[in-house]
């Protein structure tokens, strides 16, 4: 009969080895997204999964989900804290319910350009934003750009009294309802999935977009007018689910954070090139208009847009919207 101690050590042995195999198992992550992997969120997620599967081999598969395969942009939130996904970039207008802050990059007319956005991205108030997010489950990773946004419409939209009863598809977004209704528009919350149908079909006569999103869903192919109004910015933050983030071994965690670090220098430097791309790609197909923004109605639009400042300032933080107007000054 074996003694105690030797069976002892056998289980102890056996426990040893499994805990190597679970050590020196592949970490699966499940990157999911909603739009195409041609538009700066879907290449950046692309080029995360290839150089982590290279530089990590063997420790890390990335499993990238894109056009909302997995989870459309109502449900993507939940399934991350729930870590059926592992990573999601979400636009910034998604984390309204978790942060006050971040509805800052909601406000129209904030930014004179993507200079300035990164500006404030980098600035202390930006990086404390990135930040804010662990004791909600989830840990904020970096910001992506995908443009400056433009207005589409079934009619041309000059002067800010032009949007006048029109139904605009917007995110859900306290910020974006009232700034469609400050100019007499009719928000309507829609999944990004569901909006070429909408256009299409009449459900909303107009949205807001990059030139990349409007290319990449063929937005203009139902959209006669587009007005490059450059109102507003549309980023994203990349998260990953919390627990899971802590738990990756400390190396495999250091490598993923250095690969991101890498590639949202490459997806902000590509965007804009992809956004020019795409606006001449759209131009050229010959099924819209493309309408200059005079810098008076870019005033006008502004002035009628100021009570949406008013409304959400406080809310925000007054010191969050002075750092970010304090962002436009290089």
């Given amino acids: 009969m074996r003694s105690k101690f030797t069976v002892h050590a056998l289980i102890a042995s056996a426990t040893l ?3 190597a195999g679970f050590a020196n198992a592949e970490t699966v992550i499940k990157f999911s997204h909603v739009v195409a992997d041609s538009t700066p969120k879907g290449q950046g997620a692309l080029m995360f999964k290839k150089l982590a599967e290279e530089r990590l081999a063997g420790k890390v598969k990335v499993e990238v989900f894109p056009s909302s395969q997995l989870f459309g942009d109502g449900k993507e939130m939940e399934a991350l ?6 990573l999601i970039a979400p636009s910034l207008s998604k984390f309204d319910r978790y942060t006050n802050q971040i509805q800052v990059f909601d406000l129209p007319f904030l930014f004179d350009d993507m200079a300035a956005v990164h500006r404030f991205h980098n600035s202390a108030t930006g990086k404390g934003i990135l930040n804010s997010l662990e004791k909600k489950g989830m840990v904020g990773l970096a910001y ?3 443009g400056m946004k433009q207005l589409s419409a079934k009619k041309a939209l000059k002067m800010p009294e032009d949007a006048k ?3 605009f598809r917007i ?5 974006l309802e009232a700034q469609f209704k400050a100019v007499g528009g009719v928000p309507q919350k829609l999944a990004f999935a569901e909006v070429y149908q909408a256009l299409e079909t009449g459900v909303v006569d107009g949205a807001e977009n990059p030139w990349s999103n409007a290319y990449s869903q063929k937005f203009f192919e139902v959209q006669p007018f587009f007005t490059e109004s450059n109102h507003g910015y549309l980023g994203y933050m990349v998260v990953a689910n919390a627990k899971f983030w802590s738990e990756l071994p400390a190396d495999v965690r ?4 250095k690969i991101l670090a890498e590639v949202t220098v490459e997806v902000n430097k590509s965007s804009s090139a992809l956004n020019d791309g795409d606006r001449q790609k759209i131009k050229d197909s010959g099924k819209t208009q493309i309408l200059p923004f005079t810098a008076e109605q870019r005033t006008a639009w502004q002035t009628v847009m100021k009570p949406v400042y008013d409304k959400f300032t406080d809310k925000i933080g007054k010191d969050v919207v002075d750092a970010a107007r304090a962002a436009n000054k290089p």
């Fill in 144 to 146: 992506w750009d995908n």
């Fill in 171 to 175: 995110q859900a977004s306290d910020i």
């Fill in 17 to 19: 080895v499994l805990m």
């Fill in 165 to 167: 009863g029109l139904k």
């Fill in 254 to 257: 250091a490598g993923l954070e």
């Fill in 81 to 86: 804290l729930l870590n059926d996904v592992q």
